[in-house]
């Protein structure tokens, strides 16, 4: 990434190509201790009595995956992600491609703060997450 100084608005983060598995996404889901009433996250037969089209990431997981966008970009400069929010669209799908993209969309001199705005895709280039994050560099 580059310093403060060196960065506009318009420049791009990504994009980062990613594949979840249904295993990523049951370990996942068992690691944060989503037992009881995780069936949507861990089975598909149970996603499906919930109306929903199989087994789905969970959303925490999802924003950790924006989120490495972010920080993939700061990499080791003196920055760091100060703050993530996200919009859930679509139910995002394990064992599918998903791809990770961002922008810069302010740039604030007076505290040194980038606005970001990210989101994921499908494979039909459909968006499934949104989200805008800030990154904070220190002098």
Not at 41 to 66: H, Q
Not at 71 to 84: E, F, K, P, Q, V
Request: charged share 25%; proline share 4%.
């Amino acid at each position: 990434m580059n310093s403060f100084e060196e960065i506009n608005i318009g420049d791009t983060l990504g994009p980062l190509e990613l594949f979840v598995s249904k295993d990523q996404c049951r370990a996942y889901a068992r690691t944060m201790g989503m037992g009881e009433g995780a069936g949507r996250f861990t089975d598909d037969e149970a996603a499906r009595k919930e109306g929903l089209p199989g087994m789905i990431i969970p959303g925490n997981m999802s924003l950790g995956l924006l989120s490495k966008l972010v920080t993939d970009w700061i990499g080791s400069s003196n920055a760091w992600l100060t703050r993530m929010s996200t919009t859930y669209r679509v139910p995002v799908q394990p064992d599918h491609a998903v791809t990770i993209h961002g922008f810069i969309t302010n740039k604030n001199p007076e505290n040194r703060t980038a606005e970001i705005d990210v989101w994921m895709e499908n494979e039909e280039s459909e968006r499934l997450v949104t989200g805008t994050a800030t990154v904070e560099f220190r002098k």
